[in-house]
């Protein structure tokens, strides 16, 4: 892995001096691939500074968010795996003073069988897929304070208002008990208020399913729609919560390509191409060299290295501000082959982060 020392040392300040002054402000999501293979096992490799992290510091400091949204970052009811990781940045000289994480769906005991196979307790049996309660969860660091937040984990998907429930041969999938007690977020949807000087600036964050590996049933593709729609859900007043009150940006892990892959690509674009909102595409020269053949949307706007060789790179990750605020730059951390920091990149995660600069008057 490249190592920057005192160049990166230097760089490193200046982000930090100029994020501190900077408006507008630059908000980020990152799918970290942290996920371990049971609890307790990310803060002993953030402990021990493993390589993966520190490339993932070294990518996160790169970028020098105000505010970040993480994805596939494992839960823990203390949240000392996230305070480790602010601590690696802190002794970077990139401090994030305020954090939330709480615990998501993914590994979360239902008890019931919601994949149908007759057996209890399995991953797929979870409220969110996941082999223990918080794998590959969500949190947010903040240089700015945060209101508080309001947490829609919980929320069952036989409410929400158009859903489009799995099911075979018009009944419910796998049972009618599994379809009134399923969730709707397979991890996590999130009003985050950042309170910035001008009032708060919600952040609706999220992380969808993977549309896929599933059966005729379509589980995961029609929970990732639903999870995607959820947002427009909330704004247009049709859910049991009031839409945020001040300027939004929809950010996280969609899981979703509006143009190549699979899935129901029509949540995403409807997202994109909803009047409230606005698609800064951000892009990079990285993706772009990295084109997938065959694919129909920009590959400059591509998120994810998923080329091994199916089902190629795919935009999935998303900054979407409201539409009365003004952007004023965007972009993905994924560098030109050749460039000294793609090797730091690339050992940090196949998912690349995504920045976003808005000015909240």
Do not use: C
């Amino acid at each position: 892995m490249a190592r920057t020392g005192k160049v990166f040392a230097a760089a490193l300040a200046f982000l930090t001096a100029s994020a501190l002054h900077a408006d507008p402000l630059r908000l980020a999501t990152y799918h970290v691939e942290l996920g371990q293979k049971g609890p307790g096992v990310l803060i002993s490799k953030i402990l021990k500074s493993d390589e993966t992290v520190v490339a993932v510091v070294e990518v996160i400091a790169s970028a020098a968010p105000d505010v970040l949204v993480l994805n596939g970052f494992d839960w823990d009811a203390g949240g000392h795996a996230l305070d480790a990781l602010a601590g690696l940045l802190a002794g970077a000289g990139y401090d994030y003073p305020h954090r939330f994480t709480a615990m998501p769906n993914a590994g979360l005991e239902s008890g019931l069988d919601l994949d149908g196979n007759g057996r209890l307790g399995e991953a797929r049996d979870s409220h969110g897929y996941g082999a223990f309660t918080g794998a590959e969860g969500m949190a947010v660091l903040s240089r700015l304070p945060l209101g508080e937040v309001r947490e829609f984990t919980a929320f069952l998907w036989a409410d929400l208002a158009g859903a489009i429930p799995p099911e075979i041969g018009g009944q419910p999938f796998p049972s009618a008990k599994a379809a009134s007690q399923r969730r709707l977020s397979s991890v996590a949807h999130w009003d985050v208020p950042v309170k910035t000087g001008n009032g708060a600036l919600h952040l609706l964050a999220f992380d969808a399913t993977t549309p896929v590996f599933d059966g005729p049933e379509d589980l995961n593709g029609r929970r990732n729609h639903d999870e995607i729609v959820f947002w427009q859900r909330l704004m247009d007043g049709d859910l049991p919560f009031d839409p945020p009150s001040g300027p939004v940006v929809v950010i996280g892990n969609a899981n979703l390509d509006p143009s190549d892959g699979a899935g129901r690509r029509d949540a995403i674009r409807g997202l994109i191409e909803d009047e409230r909102f606005q698609d800064p595409r951000p892009s990079s020269p990285g993706a772009k060299a990295a084109a997938t053949p065959g694919h129909k949307g920009d590959p400059a706007l591509d998120t994810v290295d998923w080329r091994d060789p199916v089902p190629g790179n795919l935009r999935v990750d998303y900054v979407l501000p409201g539409s009365e605020l003004t952007v004023t730059g965007a972009g993905v951390v994924w560098p030109a082959p050749g460039d000294p920091f793609a090797e730091t990149v690339e050992t940090a995660s196949r998912r690349h982060l995504v920045w976003v600069d808005v000015e909240v008057d």
